[in-house]
């Protein structure tokens, strides 16, 4: 929803602590789970992280997710789906070029870091998304890839 | 004066492609001229709506002598034209400089790495990566957006092609493309504070030159440079500021209007509102703004972006006095230098 997602990004620095929190005992638990289950509960865990993320960030289930590097914002909101944004056609209200409704998914990451403890991390170049991983969960890969 | 140095080492082919000099990256002349600490001066040439060779010939005529490089445009503002790669093989056999834009609007990384070679093995040396306007605004609205890379991700591209010699997938190149690689800047619009950490991202994933967006604005661009250079990111890229030919209040309010990122303080738009001749406005104003921004400590050139007005680009150039007097390499340099030798 676009006012929670700009919600999200007003109050970055408690979603980033929520995260820093919450995300190591999820994927403890994930970690747990899949070594007991498998790939069975693969279907309804990616469910509930689809409906988590998609209601505070609008999240898009890419598969690789920034939102820690992006001030809360979801960069594949961009209708460019840029990693290392914005593009050079924010209008002067800081609003999208291509859907002037919307505030810029990057000048809201800017300004969403910019509250971040680890903000900076949106220095860091991104690489393009792997468009395999889309539609799958990002919780079950960081369990997965420990 | 010309500056011989550069033209001496042409084959009997202007195409053929010069020595890469130690602690260049590319073949070209364009990245020459920067490395050896010249002002340069980039323009636009608008691909043709035709499939006709000699009508991308007559348009780059028109630069002959005053500019250093041509950027040949990618489906700007996501209209269909000939393309980029088509208009700089087209340019590269007759010795030209084309910078080749490459847009991840259209292509996914498949096609993008295979036009990279393929633009580097018809002669051309300079490539500037970008995310690329929306389908939305063009005239295909109805086509399928791509945006496999954006440009960061774009410019990574090119330099694992380069300097690792592989394609993204690991598989080895026999020879690597050999491009110097640029990217674009939008100093002038927001998030104002954050622009400059951008173009740091982009010198960091490879950037080596970039071309800005209009600058209209002279404050704006000084305050960038000054930023730009306190966290050391001129002694890496090169900066070459946009500046604009406007031809009338109405175009400028429009420019302002229609294509957002674009940024026109409302004195340049009342100046042109007063003129008698808005049209020599417009270039008075460009022609200020090159000889105010070539000031700006650690500048390395102007990219000119005279749409629709290609023809004053020598007279623009020459009376900002830009160049010092540099006459820039053109095709009919060579020509010129070889009937004088045959005499």
């Known amino acids: 929803m676009y006012r929670v997602r700009l919600w999200s990004v007003r109050h970055s620095r408690k979603m980033e602590w929520l995260y820093a929190t919450f995300n190591p005992m999820v994927v403890k638990l994930l970690r747990g789970t899949v070594k007991v289950f498998g790939n069975k509960l693969d279907k309804p865990i990616t469910a509930v992280e689809a409906a988590a993320k998609g209601f505070f960030f609008d999240c898009k289930m890419c598969g690789d997710c920034a939102l820690s590097k992006t001030g809360m914002s979801c960069p594949m909101n961009c209708p460019k789906t840029i990693r290392n944004g914005p593009c050079g056609g924010v209008r002067e209200n800081g609003h999208c070029e291509v859907k002037p409704e919307m505030r810029c998914v990057w000048v809201a990451a800017w300004d969403g870091a910019s509250r971040m403890k680890d903000g900076d991390a949106i220095k860091n170049v991104n690489f393009a998304v792997d468009h395999r991983a889309k539609g799958t969960s990002s919780w079950l890969k960081m369990a997965r890839d420990d | ?343």
């Not at chain 2, 002959?64 to 700007?76: E, L, P, Q, R």
């Not at chain 2, 700089?88 to 834009?101: D, F, K, N, V």
């Not at chain 2, 306190?230 to 946009?242: N, R």
């Not at chain 2, 053109?330 to 004088?340: C, G, I, N």
């Open chain 2, 1 to 343: 004066m010309t500056d011989r140095a550069q033209f001496d080492e042409a084959g009997l082919n202007p195409g053929d492609p010069l020595p890469i000099l130690p602690g260049h990256v590319s073949h070209g002349r364009f990245e020459r001229v920067l490395r050896a600490g010249h002002f340069a001066i980039s323009t636009e040439i608008a691909p043709p709506d035709s499939a006709d060779p000699g009508e991308v010939l007559r348009r780059a005529a028109l630069f002959d002598g005053h500019v250093d490089a041509i950027n040949a445009t990618d489906g700007s503002g996501a209209n269909c034209h000939m393309s980029s790669l088509g208009v700089c093989a087209l340019l590269t056999r007759e010795g030209y400089s084309p910078i080749i834009q490459v847009s991840c609007r259209d292509r996914n990384r498949i096609a993008i790495q295979g036009d990279l070679l393929g633009a580097a093995a018809l002669g051309v040396c300079s490539v500037l990566c970008l995310s690329g306007d929306d389908v939305s605004v063009g005239d295909h609205p109805e086509a399928k957006p791509v945006f496999d890379f954006d440009s960061v991700s774009l410019l990574q591209t090119v330099k694992t092609l380069r300097d690792e010699s592989r394609f993204l997938s690991g598989r080895k190149l026999d020879l690597p493309p050999q491009l110097f690689m640029g990217a674009s800047i939008n100093p002038f619009a927001p998030p104002y504070a954050n622009r400059v950490d951008q173009f740091a991202k982009k010198v960091a994933a490879g950037a080596e030159f970039v071309q800005s967006q209009y600058c209209f604005d002279i404050e704006m661009a000084r305050e960038f440079m000054a930023r730009a250079r306190d966290l050391g990111l001129l002694e890496h890229c090169h900066v070459l500021m946009g500046v604009g030919v406007l031809a009338s209040a109405k175009t400028a309010k429009w420019l302002k209007g229609a294509i957002p990122g674009v940024h026109i303080p409302d004195q340049i738009i009342r100046r042109l509102e007063q003129a008698e001749k808005p049209k020599a406005e417009g270039r008075a104003i460009a022609v200020e703004l090159m000889q105010q921004l070539a000031e700006i400590k650690g500048m390395s050139g102007i990219h000119l972006m005279a749409y629709k007005q290609e023809e004053w680009v020598g007279d623009i150039v020459a009376r900002s006095g830009v160049l010092q007097g540099r006459k820039p390499w053109a095709p009919s340099h060579l020509h010129h230098s070889k009937q004088t030798a045959n005499a």
